[in-house]
């Protein structure tokens, strides 16, 4: 694989295949990575229709599970010591299962909430930065939502509470990532941490 690769975590479908998608048309190298790779028939079908089995791979990795990301990072060192260099990182994987009310929310829906869109990003992000400690960082992107701003609550969204408490307290924890690295990091080590709010699309 020549070049820095985008690494896509979460990127069977909606947003994150459409990134690969993109990333594909316009010749870039792609580490996608996906909760099961067994279950994303329509990213073998884009790899496939893009002629780009050479500049896609496709990796595990379950955002909600230690074991996974563990396994997952396993992966990405072997790739690194193969003088692959990572590019830019997109933390994509999250759920929604609607409604989540604070009201009537169930511990183990809100668990999934906050382990998949919180803790297993930050997770993944905190241990794809430790990989290459010699080289130039990856610049790391969350993929967050304004569902999730605390200086600007929106009052209308109904059943959204658990969703939003996972992208508040992912924001909070980016804030505190990119000061600790600012903190501790050289120049030639400077990191780029991302929040974006994609918008509303349809997945």
């Known amino acids: ?86 590019g830019n990182v997109v933390l994509n994987a999250g759920v929604l299962k609607y409604p989540n009310r604070a009201t009537e929310i169930s511990f183990a829906d809100f668990a999934l909430h906050l382990h998949t869109n919180t803790i297993g990003p930050i997770i993944c992000a905190q241990k794809l930065l430790d990989l290459s400690p010699d080289s130039p960082p990856p610049k790391m992107v969350f993929i967050s939502s304004d569902s999730g701003s605390t200086a600007r609550f929106l009052e209308f969204e109904d059943g959204f509470g658990a969703y939003a408490a996972s992208k508040s307290a992912l924001n909070q924890m980016l804030r505190h990532m990119a000061a600790e690295l600012r903190r501790c990091q050289q120049k030639k080590r400077e990191t780029v941490i991302l929040a974006l709010h994609p918008g509303e699309v349809e997945t």
């Open 1 to 86: 694989m020549d070049g820095k690769p985008w690494v896509i975590i979460g990127a069977s479908r909606g947003i994150g295949l459409e990134f690969v998608k993109q990333l594909l048309e316009s010749g870039q190298p792609v580490i996608a990575a996906v909760r099961n790779v067994s279950a994303a028939p329509k990213l073998f079908d884009l790899i496939a229709s893009q002629g780009a089995q050479d500049r896609c791979i496709v990796e595990q990795c379950d955002v909600s599970s230690d074991e996974s990301i563990t396994d997952f990072i396993h992966k990405m060192q072997q790739h690194v010591n193969k003088g692959i260099q990572l």
